[in-house]
């Protein structure tokens, strides 16, 4: 078997917030292609996982390499030239509201040297029907759209330079289960099809269920255990147990397919 890339490397990560210590000699590996899901319970510090590999929160210690590229230590130019492959999409789409959707799309190409701005607009354009919004959404401005749309805009935007990687903050948080399921299905469609990393920090189940590849455990500030549904379920550790055998566990189980989350290792 050929050895998978391994496109997101962290070791030895430290985050800590005065004498509050979030993440301590922390590892993770995140493989190019796949959909991991980060869990953990409240305040374990999934945001500032994601925050600190995206290059927005500073770590104590440690190591973030990600594309072969040593965030930390990257000189100006080499850092930009990074985050336009990736694409970042927090939990509200973070959409400028005097903006509207198309020209949120829009931002991130502005960095685009030389690019027509009729291209650009049509580019955006393609974003916005690559994420299932109606043409017509283009022209409208955020406070105009529902949760679900606005975050389906800020999917848009996130997807805007074609990146390798995709970091997606409790992208189902506050959506109803249809428009939640079929947010996981465009997440899992788009990641087939573009060949798209997806790091997705969640406390949907039925996320797990339907959409990631492997899930990464956060618990005692460090990445616990990292692994399919199916490894999950063997966890001894309490809250890893208690998360996965709980009710809303079991009903996620008998709705969901088994089938993605068994495809880790
Ligand atoms: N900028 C900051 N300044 C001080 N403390 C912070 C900062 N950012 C995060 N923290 C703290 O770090 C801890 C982890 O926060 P984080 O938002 O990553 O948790 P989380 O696992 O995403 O939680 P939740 O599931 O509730 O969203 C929390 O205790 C939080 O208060």
Redesign the pocket.
């Known amino acids: 078997m050929t050895e998978r890339e391994v496109i997101i490397r962290l070791r030895g990560i430290r ?1 800590q ?2 004498s ?1 210590v ?1 993440h301590e000699d922390l590892d993770l590996d995140v493989y190019r292609g796949e959909i991991l899901g980060v869990v ?12 600190t590999i995206a290059g927005l ?1 500073k770590p104590a210690a440690g190591s973030v390499d990600v594309l072969g590229t040593d965030v930390l230590t990257a000189d100006e130019d080499t850092r930009q030239a990074l985050e336009n492959r990736w694409g970042v999409m927090f939990q509200d789409g973070a959409l400028f509201s005097s903006l509207t959707v198309r020209e949120n799309v829009e931002v991130p190409m502005r960095a685009i040297e030389g690019l027509d701005p009729e291209i650009r607009s049509e580019l955006a354009d393609l974003k916005i029907s690559m994420v299932g919004l109606q043409y017509l959404a283009g022209d409208k401005y955020p406070s105009e759209l529902s949760g679900g749309m606005r975050k389906r805009a800020g999917l848009a935007r996130a997807l805007a330079l074609d990146p390798d990687i995709v970091f997606l ?2 992208p189902t948080a506050g959506l109803d289960p249809i428009g939640a399921s079929a947010f996981d299905q465009l997440i899992r469609g788009l990641s087939h099809s573009l060949g798209l990393t997806v790091f997705l ?1 969640t ?1 949907d189940l039925d996320t797990l269920h339907a959409t990631c590849d492997r899930i990464a455990v ?1 618990a005692e500030r460090k990445v616990l255990v990292t692994g399919s549904m199916k490894d999950m379920l063997k966890v001894e550790h309490p809250w890893v147990h208690e998360y996965f055998h709980g009710p809303r566990a079991r009903a996620a189980a008998s709705e969901g397919s088994a089938e993605p989350g068994e495809k880790g290792n």
Request: no cysteine; proline share 0%; aromatic share 4%.
């Open positions: 985050n917030f005065g509050q979030v953990g319970g409240s305040g374990t510090g999934k945001s500032v996982l994601l925050r929160q903050d409790e920090v406390h956060l």
